[in-house]
């Protein structure tokens, strides 16, 4: 079993800034790809960072420039820093890890989801 916690959401004005936070915890082998998704009310969840074992990333236009994915592989954890937030990014932010257990191939495994507002 693996479990990702994610922490940091909450309320910012427009121009603000979060670090958002996924620990995982388990019977973890080692953890691959991971990721930040999001989903709008309405909309489909979609991709927002993402950053491979050997660190490499990549970033959904809407993102480029102002989040910045990273990890602490010795913490199991992910990071999201979001500057310059705008209403548009309002949604609930997930994690998303490509996980080897100790028992079995790799798996993807997500969050609970924490919720970002940007509002003024």
């Known amino acids: 079993q693996v479990q990702l916690v994610e922490s940091g959401g909450g309320l910012v004005q427009p121009g603000g800034f979060l670090r958002l936070s996924c620990a995982a915890s388990?019977?973890?082998?080692?953890?691959?790809?991971m990721g930040w998704y999001r989903q709008a009310p309405g909309k489909q969840r979609e991709l927002v960072a993402l950053?491979?074992?050997?660190?490499?990333?990549n970033y959904a236009d809407s993102a480029k420039g102002r989040f910045t994915i990273s990890r602490d592989n010795a913490k199991n954890t992910v990071y999201l820093q979001m500057n310059s937030l705008k209403p548009e990014d309002t949604a609930v932010y997930y994690c998303?890890?490509?996980?080897?257990?100790?028992?079995?191939?790799?798996?993807?495994?997500w969050g609970q989801g924490t919720q970002v507002t940007v509002s003024s």
């Open positions: 950053i491979t074992s050997r660190g490499s990333t």
């Open positions: 998303n890890m490509e996980v080897a257990t100790t028992t079995a191939i790799p798996s993807n495994y």
């Open positions: 388990g019977s973890i082998r080692r953890i691959y790809a």
